[in-house]
């Protein structure tokens, strides 16, 4: 049976194929959906959204040392945040086999930077493979597991946007009776003290020369002989860009497993090809390695090392050849208006970010999530965007700055409700220990929004379905000492307002909490108990209005100015931000 499948689908099927049993991740584009697929089989793999990335390496880690085939999964930046675990496991090895996806972004679709991560997997020194289509993803994830167990190393399995998003067909097979490997008390293996540590480096370093013999015999890594004038070094969605561009007319050395690199296959391509390129996707990291060992090659100095290649990229680097329709693109670029990504209409930390605008003298620190657009015009309501977390810890960084230097400034640090649990809670504690005055506010739309709508431990259900507690963001704020914390519902301005306006006032850290339920979601039994939600559309009563445009300040996209002012009834949701902005009481209900 064969089947159209993104490579996220695919990596789920061939964990299930493989005989997965544990599946972990934190939601985050471009890898949200593997753990989404994964648990179509979870009638035999038990998946799980961790709190964060860290969490779940850890949960696959111990599944692993259990003996359990295992899986974590994440986009790039948050390999950072599960480095911790990652290197220590680099060491000691594993028990059932681990594969680590790392889904990196090239081109930032949705993403804070494009970092390279294969460099990760040569710094925590674990094997590393990539594919380079869906059937690949799918068939590899199998060979990680399988190399994994039989060299004793956690495997980086890096894919990219396009592998994750693009479709190609894949064909199935039936899951493996894979026996869960035994679990033996091994202290010297698994407990990583100094003394362990030293012992399991030189382990380390004798498993990655076994690895590189492996990856020169390997089928993962492949020659295509064709004319010998030009040669092709590449790996992963760059193979399928150098195949298009390029054709049956040079030779290629496909590259499907990355780490450590099969030098003696490489150097044996080398020599038998007049012009060597290496086309890989942002940094040098195949290039670097075989120019430190002398081998002659073309890469960077011709083709970019920012953004996401294509065809017309390496046509164009390499051979001189624009492409006409690139051009007609161009072209065509002029006559569209640009329009940058927005709130939703009805998008409840409208409301909120509204308030923050007329605050003049404070500084406003962002973080990862849907509200990140509330630094976009009209609302220009943030100053800072680091990382997930940071909100927090660099607005009370921030506020520590100006308290010293006596600025009159305050800050406030907006965070999400699922990164308030990522990596939130503990920037919190590090205000309320060190005794700082911010204003930390909560926006606690009642999922994991930006990536699509996924559960976290405010919901009140697991990934597999399940009902389980909603941990209480209010009652957690206090627990670790915040004595002023406030709940409002942020579509009503002059509730939201006053504790804005309390908030700034106190000499405390202090925490507002925003609970309103996304306007996408599809609203839980509990939601509808909770919320009462009015979803007629509002309308412009043409008599009352003055065309003052204070309506257009909330940036609802369901508004527009022609001659006068409209609201688009098929995109309004009632939430009654413009009526509650409108000075003229021009802004009514419709049928009210």
């Keep these: 049976m064969k089947k159209l499948m993104t490579g996220n689908e695919a990596i789920a099927r061939g964990f299930y194929e493989a005989g997965g049993t544990v599946a972990c991740a934190y939601p985050g584009t471009p890898s949200t959906e593997i753990l989404e697929n994964m648990v179509l089989y979870k009638e035999d793999v038990y998946c799980e959204w961790a709190p964060n990335e860290k969490v779940a390496l850890e949960v696959a880690i ?41 889904a990196d972004d090239p081109g930032m679709h949705s993403s804070q930077n494009e970092q390279d991560n294969r460099y990760y997997a040569k710094f925590a020194k674990i094997a590393m493979i990539e594919p380079s289509d869906s059937q690949e993803a799918k068939d590899f994830i199998k060979d990680a597991l399988e190399i994994s167990e ?9 894919v990219t946007t396009r592998i994750c998003h693009s479709k190609t067909l894949v064909e199935f097979n039936d899951r493996e009776g894979v026996s869960t490997k035994p679990y033996t008390r091994n202290i010297s293996k698994f407990v990583a003290t100094p003394a362990n540590g030293k012992k399991l480096h030189v382990v380390v370093e004798d498993k990655l020369k076994k690895l ?35 054709g049956d007319n040079v030779s290629y050395l496909k590259l499907g497993f990355t780490h450590p690199l099969p030098f003696k296959k490489i150097e044996e391509f080398a020599n038998e090809v007049e012009t060597l390129y290496v086309i890989e996707e942002l940094e040098p990291y195949i290039e670097e390695q075989l120019k430190a060992r002398g081998i002659n090659c073309i890469g960077k100095e011709k083709i970019p090392r920012i953004g996401e290649l294509n065809p017309d990229i390496i046509a164009s680097s390499l051979l001189g050849i624009e492409n006409e329709v690139a051009s007609s693109v161009e072209v ?11 709130l939703c209409a009805g998008c409840p930390h409208r409301g909120l970010f509204y308030v923050l605008s007329k605050k003049k003298n404070i500084m406003i620190t962002g973080d990862i999530g849907c509200y ?29 700055a100006f308290n010293i230097n006596n600025v009159d400034k305050k800050v406030v640090s907006v965070i999400g409700d699922s990164t308030f649990f990522h990596t939130g809670l503990l920037s919190l504690v590090d205000v309320v220990y060190n005794k700082g005055n911010s204003v930390t506010i909560i926006l606690d739309n009642r999922i994991t929004g930006m990536t699509g709508h996924q559960e976290n431990p405010g919901t009140g259900y697991t990934l597999m379905g399940d009902k389980t507690i909603s941990i209480d963001i209010p009652n957690l704020c206090k627990a670790v000492g915040v004595n002023n914390v406030k709940v409002v519902n942020p579509l009503n301005l002059e509730e939201t307002e006053k504790a804005v306006n309390e908030a700034l006032e106190a000499n405390e850290p202090s925490v507002i ?17 909770q919320f009462e939600i009015n979803t007629k559309p509002f309308k412009v009563n043409e008599e009352k209005c003055k065309t003052c445009k204070m309506c257009l300040k909330s940036g609802c996209p369901a508004i527009s100015l022609d001659d006068t002012v409209k609201i688009d009834p098929t995109m309004c949701v009632g939430c009654s931000v413009c009526a509650q902005v409108c000075p003229f009481d021009a802004i009514e209900r419709v049928g009210e």
């Excluded at 003996?67 to 000691?92: C, F, I, Q």
């Design 62 to 102: 111990g599944s692993s040392i259990a003996g359990a085939r295992s899986l974590a999964a994440m986009k790039h930046v948050g390999v950072n945040v599960a480095a911790d675990p990652l290197m220590t496991y680099g060491y000691t090895g594993v028990n059932g086999g681990l594969v680590l996806v790392s």
């Design 150 to 158: 039989k060299f004793d190393t956690a495997v980086l399995f890096r």
């Design 212 to 246: 590189e013999e492996f990856s020169n015999n390997t089928h993962l890594n492949k020659i295509e002989w064709n004319d010998k004038k030009i040669g092709v070094i590449t790996s992963g969605i760059a193979y399928q860009y150098a195949k298009e561009v390029f």
């Design 332 to 342: 065509l670029k002029e006559d569209i208006i640009s329009r940058p990504p927005t």
């Design 372 to 400: 990140t657009l509330g630094s976009s015009e009209p609302l220009n309501a943030m100053d800072t965007c680091i990382c997930m977390g940071a909100s927090i810890s660099s607005g009370h960084g921030a506020q520590k």
């Design 513 to 529: 909490v925003t609970k309103w339920p996304c306007v996408l979601k599809k609203l839980s039994l509990e939601d509808k108990e």
